[in-house]
């Protein structure tokens, strides 16, 4: 099963429209976190926001928002009045510490393709 | 912010040849350094963890004899994909922390093409 599932392969929208990009992840970890990055077409990612297990606040950064549900094991992120410029991949993924206990390691959810047409 | 440089950003080599790959943390000393890969329009793969001082420890399906990884210092981290096919071809990203919990800063990516 995968650990972290964006169920949304691609979408797209016109500019000025809200899009949600939805994230379910698995765990039997207590303390673990959840991030989402950015990853435009030069391949570089951005980081965009990180947020541990304890912490279920939403938060919002701008245009940008997260609604975090431990209850259904949701991270879910959402870009307001979108734009052009928001066009690119977005990962969300989970860090948890190995079956060692020594390394926190990140793992990816196969990543959603936003299209913001003008 | 914590800046981690890659390089090269793009690679083309000759199928069999060996390439390095060097990541390095600018203004923080990094413990640990991953190294991800991701084939096109797929997701980022982590393929091994280094410590500093240790061996990497390796994903399962990851040749550690293929995928050579070496961190002797807190800055730099390498990666060298010996005889390399073209099925070697993919994005390579690595990144760095300051320690196994904390947060991973990126690299910008090297991009290698296996002809």
């Known amino acids: 099963a995968q650990k972290v599932t964006q169920a949304q392969t691609e979408i797209s929208v016109v500019e000025k429209e809200d899009v949600t990009l939805d994230c379910v992840y698995e765990?039997?970890?207590?303390?673990?976190?959840l991030f989402w990055y950015k990853q435009p077409p030069s391949g570089e990612l951005v980081f965009l926001i990180r947020r541990n297990s304890f912490d279920e606040q939403n938060e919002i950064s701008g245009r940008y928002s997260w609604n975090f549900q431990k209850s259904t094991s949701s991270f879910n992120f959402t870009i307001t009045a979108s734009q052009v410029v928001d066009s690119a991949v977005y990962f969300c993924a989970l860090s948890e510490a190995d079956s060692g206990g020594s390394n926190y390691k990140l793992t990816f959810g196969k990543g959603t393709l936003l299209t913001v047409n003008p | 912010g914590a800046v981690v440089s890659q390089h090269p950003s793009r690679v083309i080599c000759k199928s069999g040849t060996s390439v390095k790959i060097e990541c390095r943390s600018l203004d923080f000393q990094a413990t640990t350094m991953f190294w991800y890969r991701q084939f096109p329009k797929q997701s980022l793969m982590l393929m091994a963890t280094s410590n500093e001082g240790s061996k990497a420890t390796y994903e399962q399906g990851v040749e550690k004899d293929k995928f050579l990884i070496n961190h002797a210092s807190l800055t730099l981290s390498t990666l060298t994909v010996t005889s390399a096919h073209p099925e070697d071809s993919s994005f390579y990203i690595c990144?760095?922390?300051?320690?196994?919990?904390?947060?991973?800063?990126f690299g910008p990516g090297t991009r290698l093409t296996v002809l």
């Open positions: 990144s760095a922390s300051e320690s196994s919990y904390n947060e991973q800063f």
């Open positions: 765990t039997r970890d207590t303390t673990y976190y």
